[in-house]
């Protein structure tokens, strides 16, 4: 069984909450590994993902370690959080601009 891991580095600028999580986890940089399994059989080449993994890539107090995740869920995390960040931007440009 053939088995390649991609990592990844995700910034939260907030704390965020995940499923699996026993908390909130703080803002910072975190690793993210996806392990897929090539599946045999085919006529092209397939893989299915088998495992996400998500750390902090800096120690820190009340950080957890290497925590089994739920991609999708990771991936509304971190979508919600570019909207956030999108909405502070855009109220900030909003507010900063004279109306004529």
């Given at each position: 069984?053939?088995?390649?891991?991609?990592?990844?580095?995700?910034?939260?600028?907030?704390?965020?909450?995940?499923?699996?999580?026993?908390?909130?986890?703080?803002?910072?940089?975190?690793?993210?590994?996806?392990?897929?399994?090539?599946?045999?059989?085919?006529?092209?080449?397939?893989?299915?993902?088998?495992?996400t993994?998500?750390?902090?890539?800096?120690?820190?107090p009340?950080?957890?370690?290497?925590?089994t995740?739920?991609?999708?869920?990771?991936?509304?995390?971190a979508?919600?959080?570019?909207?956030?960040l999108?909405?502070?931007?855009?109220?900030?440009?909003?507010?900063?601009?004279?109306?004529?």
């Amino acid at each position: 069984m053939t088995i390649r891991t991609t990592r990844t580095t995700v910034t939260f600028k907030h704390p965020f909450s995940l499923q699996g999580a026993d908390g909130p986890l703080p803002a910072g940089d975190y690793q993210v590994l996806t392990d897929e399994e090539l599946i045999d059989g085919l006529s092209f080449l397939a893989y299915r993902r088998v495992a996400t993994l998500i750390f902090p890539l800096a120690a820190r107090p009340n950080s957890p370690g290497m925590l089994t995740i739920d991609p999708q869920d990771l991936a509304r995390r971190a979508r919600a959080g570019a909207r956030s960040l999108v909405k502070a931007l855009v109220t900030s440009i909003v507010r900063s601009r004279p109306f004529r």
